[in-house]
């Protein structure tokens, strides 16, 4: 009696439609393209992207013409361009995902800049604060700059993160290099000004570390009685 009620049941599964396959094999069909986000001034094109995220990927920047198609590129689309080995591939990707959060390193809030080069002075509140309180901040470029620290407009000028003042008019943050005469200071694109360095693995990592130390061992004891042998002839 349950036979015919079950082939019936199988059939009607056989007949149904395979919408939700197909949508399912078509979902990477459907995901939103990749956000481009806009250059900075600390990080107008690619070749200077490439430079400060560091690892040598600098080399590969003739291979993207435009800052468009770096960001819209996939995994694998770098490979075919010759992004390799994959580790670079997988640095370069998460980069570009920390760019677009706008998670950057040193000199990427920047907002004067001119020809890879931002300088920095000493800050201090008007005439009519009573305060004491000195801070960095980033001023536009001028031909002959002054050693004397930005007057009542400093207040609305950038103040970059990362960079303190020590002593009266020292300025220390990464790869601040001090002007002459107590100026302030100023700061390179440099390469691998963001780089993240790779860990060194001690003893062939953690999946090979137990292995390397045991055959180490081995060939320790091997040469202590090699060396007893040795001393008894």
Known sequence: MRAPGLRASLRLFANAPLSHGIQIRHLHKTRPPHTIPQPRPF????????TLIGRGLNKHASKFPSWDSLFALTSPELRELGIEPPRNRRYLLQWMQRYRRGALGPGGDFEFVKDGEAILKVATPPASVVSDAKWVVNVPQSQEPEAEAPTPESLALPRPKGYTVRGLKSIAGPYATPLPEGAGAVVKVTEGMWEQRRGRKIDGGERRRAEVRFKR????????REAEMMAKL
């Open 43 to 50: 990080v107008p094109d690619v070749p200077t992207f490439l």
């Open 217 to 224: 061992r081995s060939t320790e004891r091997r040469a202590e």
